[in-house]
């Protein structure tokens, strides 16, 4: 046998600059948007906004967020959840272009790193499903359904869905400072 065992575990694919430079453009774009939204959402019950909302983990703290929020928010929060499934396609796609680009390009003498970047690359599109299992909790629950599971089942996606893009940004962050030791 010549290939790796698991294929996803196969040299990653050089990503260029430019790829990269326009994917983290597109999501830094979606993000300031986000951003815009999530302002009329923080309240004392939802310092956090949007987040808050994604953590609450039980029915009561679910209820107190949206006691929080009147009308006009809950659109918002309606808005931020729908447009969160196009931002899920940028981050995943500007996050996964990074950790390839770092694997290639910063770590290619690292051994097996530039081979584990492939799988963490695809970590970040495994983020971005629990992210889309979680928004649909979440907007079920702003539609009015109170099934005990769903903010746990939210809490619980956005727990993986944070360790995971925690896990590309350290790695990006590694590499983004092994890039800067290199150059002086």
Not at 63 to 78: C, F, N
């Amino acid at each position: 046998m010549n290939g790796p065992v698991l294929p996803i575990l196969a040299p990653a694919p050089r990503i260029s600059q430019k790829f990269v430079g326009v994917s983290v453009l597109a999501a830094v774009l979606a993000t300031w948007v986000l951003q815009l939204v999530d302002r009329s959402l923080r309240t004392a019950a939802a310092p956090d906004g949007i987040v808050s909302f994604e953590l609450a983990r039980d029915l009561g703290g679910v209820q107190a967020v949206l006691d929080s929020w009147d009308a006009q928010a809950r659109v918002w929060a309606g808005f931020s959840l729908g447009f969160d499934y196009l931002y899920m396609l940028l981050y995943a796609n500007a996050l996964a272009a990074i950790i390839l680009w770092t694997g290639g390009q910063v770590f290619s003498s690292q051994g097996r790193f530039p081979r584990w970047s492939l799988l963490l690359a695809w970590g970040m599109w495994v983020a971005a499903l629990f992210d889309a299992t979680e928004n649909l909790a979440l907007i079920l629950l702003l539609q009015g359904q109170r099934a005990a599971f769903l903010p746990l089942l939210a809490w619980a996606c956005a727990l993986v869905k944070f360790g995971l893009l925690g896990l590309g940004g350290v790695v990006i962050l590694a590499g983004l400072v092994r890039r800067l030791l290199a150059r002086w």
